[in-house]
């Protein structure tokens, strides 16, 4: 009996002492929750990266939430902060900055570092589109333009060059042309000259605004008091994107899924951040270009960065050694060299490995090239919802085959409401 009683207290003082263990390691455990809007194969090199967090840091744990794509997350992080249940960190697309700052709902960089000695890595784009106001509130995440994939094969067929993309608006109008046809002869397109986001919901805009800085003109007037996409300029561009898919007919309104990389579009304005995932999607001999200019040679940047919300002390500090490992030199390399994104920091950009990747991608050389003439959108409270207004304009115009003035100038005046009220 006295054995039993005895054997029965050993073992009750080491399960005791392990659960105590237990507990006092998930005591020095620190939860966060991480938002993002990333998808496909971006999205899984994205979680492998927290992964290998949570696995470097076992007193940190990072918790991830898919929210959707950008319009999606947008909402729920303004929901999330309305209702004074944000995330702890998520990541913000290039422009949303300036409207979580206006929430008051962000903790800005110089709470945790020298803002100024912390970004002198950092290229100046990347640098400028988290900066609000002559301060910066969250890291660079991701960096990418916009390029234009297309299939070679599909160039040699009807006798295009395949080494001499279009350059230009006229140019990407006649080999659009060439490249629309008709395979089985039964009266209707088959295969479609070129293509890029036309539907409002879905990011239209990321392409439009391009095409509009490539025509001259403006979202905003030179003081950012009012909207200025109903000029002549903004109408002749919402034109040419009408002329494309209704009297040319080279630009589908209802687009094969991956009709690109099945060889159903030959010409696709696409960002960089997608060049490494075609490329293992498609069996043709892929061409990546500047895109096509027109009055002015102009790129649109994108990308993201991650911010960090108010909380608690602790989870701050958390948080920002996540969002700290997350942006270091090794993975910004490994982001860039996985994905197509261009590297945030010019010491990777010089690096021997990111040189050598060059080299044996020469296709991100186009990328680098084109980011002498890149430019970012408006770093305003109410370019999120002014986008939003000119993207489903863009959409109506487009869709209904219809004059886009009425529906610009009617664009304006909704715009003109959220600038008077928020900017």
């Excluded at 027109?294 to 790129?299: D, E, F, G, Q």
């Amino acid at each position: 009996m006295f054995r039993k009683s005895k054997l029965f207290l050993v073992v009750f003082t080491i399960v005791t002492g392990c659960l105590l263990a237990v507990a006092s390691a998930q005591a020095n455990i620190t939860t966060i929750k991480y938002w993002h809007y990333l998808s496909g194969d971006n999205a899984k090199i994205h979680e492998q990266m927290v992964q290998e967090f949570n696995a470097q840091h076992p007193h940190v744990q990072v918790e991830v939430l898919y929210t959707g794509n950008q319009f999606v997350a947008r909402d729920k992080l303004l929901a999330s902060v309305a209702g004074s249940v944000p995330p702890d960190v998520a990541l913000v697309d290039q422009f949303w900055p300036p409207l979580m700052v206006s929430t008051g709902a962000l903790v800005p960089l110089r709470e945790f570092v020298d803002p100024e000695v912390y970004l002198q890595d950092y290229s100046q784009v990347s640098k400028d589109t988290v900066t609000v106001r002559g301060e910066a509130w969250t890291v660079p995440f991701s960096l990418s333009n916009q390029i234009l994939l297309y299939n070679k094969d599909k160039f040699r067929e009807v006798g295009l060059d395949p080494e001499k993309p279009p350059t230009t608006w006229d140019e990407l109008v006649e080999y659009a042309k060439a490249l629309t046809r008709d395979i089985d002869g039964d009266g209707r397109i088959d295969e479609w000259g070129v293509n890029f986001t036309t539907r409002a919901n879905l990011g239209s805009m990321y392409a439009f605004v391009t095409f509009l800085w490539q025509a001259g003109g403006e979202l905003y007037s030179e003081d950012y008091s009012k909207a200025a996409f109903n000029d002549s300029t903004a109408r002749d561009t919402v034109q040419f994107w009408i002329d494309l898919a209704h009297k040319h007919q080279v630009l589908s309104l209802s687009p094969p899924p991956d009709g690109f990389e099945i060889g159903r579009i030959a010409m696709q304005y696409s960002s960089t951040s997608s060049i490494a995932a075609t490329k293992n999607k498609v069996d043709f001999d892929l061409g990546v270009a500047a895109l096509p200019g027109h009055k002015n040679t102009v790129t649109g940047v994108g990308g993201s960065s991650l911010a960090i919300f108010k909380t608690t002390t602790e989870k701050e500090q958390a948080a920002w050694e996540f969002v700290n490992w997350m942006s270091s030199a090794e993975n910004n390399l490994k982001w860039s060299m996985e994905t197509g994104y261009i590297p945030l920091r010019l010491s990777v950009r010089e690096s021997d490995a990111y040189q050598q990747y060059l080299a044996e991608e020469p296709h991100m050389q186009v990328v680098l090239e084109q980011f002498d003439y890149a430019r970012a959108r408006p770093n305003t409270v109410s370019y999120a919802d002014l986008s939003r207004i000119l993207g489903v304009a863009v959409e109506e115009a487009l869709y209904g085959n219809s004059n886009p003035e009425p529906i610009l100038n009617q664009a304006v005046k909704e715009a003109n409401t959220y600038i008077q009220a928020l900017d």
